[in-house]
T-cell receptor, first 113, second 114 residues
Framework: GQQVMQIPQYQHVQEGEDFTTYCNSSTTLSNIQWYKQRPGGHPVFLIQLVKSGEVKKQKRLTFQFGEAKKNSSLHITATQTTDVGTYFCTVPDSGGGADGLTFGKGTHLIIQP | EPEVTQTPSHQVTQMGQEVILRCVPISNHLYFYWYRQILGQKVEFLVSFYNNEISEKSEIFDDQFSVERPDGSNFTLKIRSTKLEDSAMYFC????????????FGSGTRLTVV
């Protein structure tokens, strides 16, 4: 199945600092999705990236898909306490409609006030 | 906003017992999934279900596991003879035809095998 590496595993930031998490695959991806999981919660869909070099923004969150479609990043500007959680990148297993998702190990964002 | 509903929220069972985890996916979704997350670890895919049959399953989904859509609304995961290592959070998810909108996960069932 697909493999995706996600770094860092943990990120401690002061409130107001920026945060970035990275995902890398050895194979070209058809798409990548990002999810957020609050402590004790369930994964919540953030966005899907499909096109090479795509950049999408959601308020303070910026998502990028690499030109080769093998890597992606999520950047949060000026973190707030509500950003606390684990951010997962996911890739589809085969590209079909009923695909399972392979999750990265996630980046745990810890914010110090 | 439509939700995926899972019951129970927490299930404690003795090793060797059968458990059934229940899910009600979003009503107009076509694809249904089960995932699990062992405490502190990443989310792992178990199985996907479409058009009343299994579409894809992972290595984790062995003969001890089965899924069913017994009626038009419920989607169940059965573990026939639970092991200690089955202790995890089990998430149900569903998606519509347009995966662009992502998968909607339920709040999960925490299964504890003792």
């Amino acid at each position: 199945g697909q493999q995706v590496m996600q770094i860092p595993q943990y990120q401690h930031v002061q409130e107001g600092e920026d945060f970035t998490t990275y995902c890398n695959s050895s194979t070209t991806l058809s798409n990548i999705q990002w999810y957020k999981q609050r402590p004790g919660g369930h994964p919540v869909f953030l966005i899907q990236l499909v096109k090479s070099g795509e950049v999408k923004k959601q308020k303070r969150l910026t998502f990028q898909f690499g030109e080769a479609k093998k890597n992606s990043s999520l950047h949060i500007t000026a973190t707030q306490t509500t950003d606390v959680g684990t951010y997962f990148c996911t890739v589809p297993d085969s590209g079909g409609g009923a695909d399972g998702l392979t999750f990265g190990k996630g980046t745990h964002l810890i914010i110090q006030p | 906003e439509p939700e995926v509903t899972q019951t129970p929220s927490h299930q404690v069972t003795q090793m060797g017992q059968e458990v059934i985890l229940r899910c009600v996916p979003i009503s107009n979704h076509l694809y249904f999934y089960w995932y699990r997350q062992i405490l502190g670890q990443k989310v792992e895919f178990l199985v996907s279900f479409y058009n009343n049959e299994i579409s894809e399953k992972s290595e984790i989904f062995d003969d001890q596991f089965s899924v069913e859509r017994p009626d038009g609304s419920n989607f169940t995961l059965k573990i026939r003879s639970t092991k200690l290592e089955d202790s995890a959070m089990y998430f149900c998810a569903s998606s519509g035809r347009q995966v662009f909108y992502g998968y909607t996960f339920g709040s999960g069932t925490r299964l504890t095998v003792v």
